[in-house]
């Protein structure tokens, strides 16, 4: 039975009389891409159902000007899309919407000794750590080394003189940070860079142990503004953003 080499294919030798079954190949070839097209399409889907972690989360600052804020805002300025306190000014700027529950997810930096805080249901007039539910502290991790000593509910992160947090997991001074802080009933929990700092319930924790005894009537409060507390010192806040519970 003669042999020659198949027209499109040199390497491959034909049977004369049984000619090459194209069919088959070409058959195989379209499974292949049938396959492969499916297998595309199903990862396509599979991500379309992970969740968007960003999802219902609202930006609060525009990154140009103050609008939908109220307070001293004349104490702060807009830097490179930043809300930065001016040096040697301060005081409580603060959202013109009220949030009861609700998680805030923003980027912070801080400069050597650098003090400023988040303030938590506040009510739009007195001092953030005590009026409001509490004043979340931003903080230099080093400020105890620059300016003095901190008492432990005093440390970035603290919900100021009532509940430490955890110490060490801030990016040295002029990176930017990212943190989320998480507001739910009378709990509190704080993430900064991806490291659960502080995760409390402060009723339950006895007053009789609060720094100085100082009393916080505002702890109870259910619903208030969201803000940023300064206190002279140029730290910066961008990318701010906001999800109600």
Excluded at 50 to 67: A, H, L, T, W, Y
Excluded at 159 to 164: E, F, K, P, S
Excluded at 215 to 241: E, I, Q, Y
Aim: glycine share 12%.
């Amino acid at each position: 039975m003669a042999k020659h080499l198949h027209p499109r294919n040199p390497t491959r030798e034909v049977i004369e009389g049984n000619p090459p079954n194209d069919s088959h190949l070409n058959a195989h070839r379209i499974l292949t891409v049938a396959f492969a097209s499916a297998a595309v399409a199903g990862a396509a889907a599979c991500a379309s159902l992970q969740p968007d972690p960003e999802r219902g989360f609202v930006s609060i600052f525009n990154g140009k000007d103050f609008e939908g804020w109220s307070g001293p805002v004349d104490n702060y300025e807009v830097v490179q899309g930043a809300i930065v306190c001016k040096k040697g000014k301060g005081g409580t700027i603060y959202t013109k919407e009220e949030y009861a529950d609700f998680i805030v997810r923003l980027e912070f930096k801080v400069p050597s000794g650098g003090n400023n805080g988040l303030a938590i249901r506040y009510p739009g007039s007195g001092d953030t750590a005590y009026v409001g539910m509490c004043e979340v502290q931003v903080l230099d991790d080093n400020y105890d080394k620059v300016r003095g000593k901190l008492d432990p509910r005093q440390v970035h992160g603290s919900a100021y003189g009532m509940a430490g947090a955890k110490r060490g997991f801030q990016k040295p001074n002029g990176e930017w940070n990212e943190q989320e802080v998480t507001v739910k009933g009378s709990t509190i929990k704080v993430v900064l860079n991806g490291e659960v700092i502080l995760d409390t319930d402060l009723a339950k924790i006895d007053p009789g142990t609060f720094m100085a005894k100082s009393k916080h009537p505002g702890l109870t409060r259910t619903k208030g503004h969201f803000g940023f507390a300064g206190h002279s010192d140029p730290v910066a806040f961008r990318n701010v953003r906001i999800k109600r519970l």
